[in-house]
């Protein structure tokens, strides 16, 4: 690393260990009271999204967050028609699942506005145009309220949260997974962003502790994704289904019928994210 530190930053997320980024050139710059808000090209990454210095999204490396979160519930489910994308203002999420054309349906809820038009301007390669689908239903609300007062029903829903501080702390909630149950088709599926467990444990403790209560199969799969430092990421899965077993040969077939192209997954890759390393195993309750 550069001992000039003027053209870098370092993550500050935990306290003991951080990852430094290069920033080459500098597309927006807004600090407030609150927060700072960036939007820097990395030459290894591409245009890079910081929040208080913490990476939220990049161009070069979202693609593995965003498929794993889609294609692994999706794909396991087999028969997913109604989507339901919680957060994921940036559009990534949805245009993963967008691209199932066997999805009917998908509302996104995106508690901030500006968030989507930010995206559209600064990092228009995340939605690739995702947002004019017409299958697409943009709902600016609360995550957690539209949760608690949805009559809707949903083969799949993906939790696209921030960290659990501030406003993405609700999010993480006994109450809202008991939400989000409700809110499921039978046989449906829940996937939930939990963190990176060595650094982050409590957090993926504390899903399983309320998946565990809430459905038969509780469990979570991992993928590494460089920008999200410290080791592998961990995905919450609840469901009360036995879709998680579902043969190779059939997600080999379905995946194929699906007609993606994905950079990171593959159905041996789905399979294999659910095999977990001893430290994850200890952190479930």
Same mark, same amino acid.
């Not at 967050?65 to 028609?81: D, N, Q, R, S």
């Not at 939605?127 to 083969?155: C, H, W, Y």
């Not at 991992?222 to 077993?245: E, K, L, N």
């Given at each position: 690393m550069s001992t000039d530190t003027s053209d870098w930053i370092r993550e500050p997320l935990h306290a003991d260990y951080g990852q430094g980024l290069k920033v080459e050139e500098v597309f927006y710059d807004s600090k407030t009271e609150h927060q700072r808000l960036r939007v820097f090209r990395n030459n290894t990454f591409?245009?890079?999204l910081t929040l208080d210095d913490v990476v939220q999204t990049t161009e070069g490396d979202n693609f593995i967050?965003?498929?794993? /979160? $889609?294609?692994?519930? #999706? !794909?396991?489910?087999?028969?997913?028609?109604h989507v339901l994308i919680i957060g994921g203002g940036d559009g990534g999420m949805a245009r993963e699942v967008l691209k199932h054309q066997s999805v009917d349906h998908v509302t996104m809820v995106e508690i901030d506005a500006g968030v989507v038009e930010f995206s559209k301007e600064h990092l228009p390669t995340?939605?690739?145009?995702?947002?004019?689908?017409?299958?697409?239903?943009?709902?600016?609300?609360?995550?957690?309220?539209?949760?608690?007062?949805?009559?809707?029903?949903?083969?799949?829903i993906i939790v696209d949260s921030t960290d659990p501080i501030g406003p993405g702390?609700?999010?993480?909630?006994?109450t809202f997974y008991g939400h989000a149950?409700?809110? /499921? $088709?039978?046989?449906? #599926? !829940?996937?939930?962003?939990?963190?990176?467990?060595?650094?982050q444990g409590d957090e993926l403790t504390n899903t399983m502790r309320a998946f565990q209560a809430l459905f038969a199969d509780a469990t979570c799969y991992?993928?590494?994704?460089?920008?999200?430092?410290?080791?592998?990421?961990?995905?919450?899965?609840?469901?009360?289904?036995?879709?998680?077993?579902v043969a190779l040969e059939t997600l080999q077939t379905r995946f194929q019928a699906a007609n993606l192209t994905p950079d990171y997954y593959t159905p041996e890759v789905h399979q294999g994210a659910f095999a977990l390393p001893g430290y994850v195993l200890k952190l479930m309750p």
């Open positions: 591409g245009r890079i967050y965003h498929e794993m /979160l $889609t294609h692994v519930p #999706i !794909l396991a489910h087999g028969a997913a028609k995340l939605s690739q145009g995702a947002f004019d689908d017409p299958r697409l239903n943009l709902v600016i609300n609360d995550g957690a309220l539209f949760m608690k007062e949805t009559a809707d029903k949903f083969d799949v702390e609700v999010l993480f909630t006994d149950k409700r809110a /499921l $088709t039978p046989g449906g #599926i !829940l996937v939930t962003q939990n963190g990176v467990p060595f650094m991992m993928a590494t994704i460089p920008t999200y430092a410290g080791g592998p990421m961990a995905f919450g899965w609840g469901t009360d289904s036995d879709a998680r077993h």
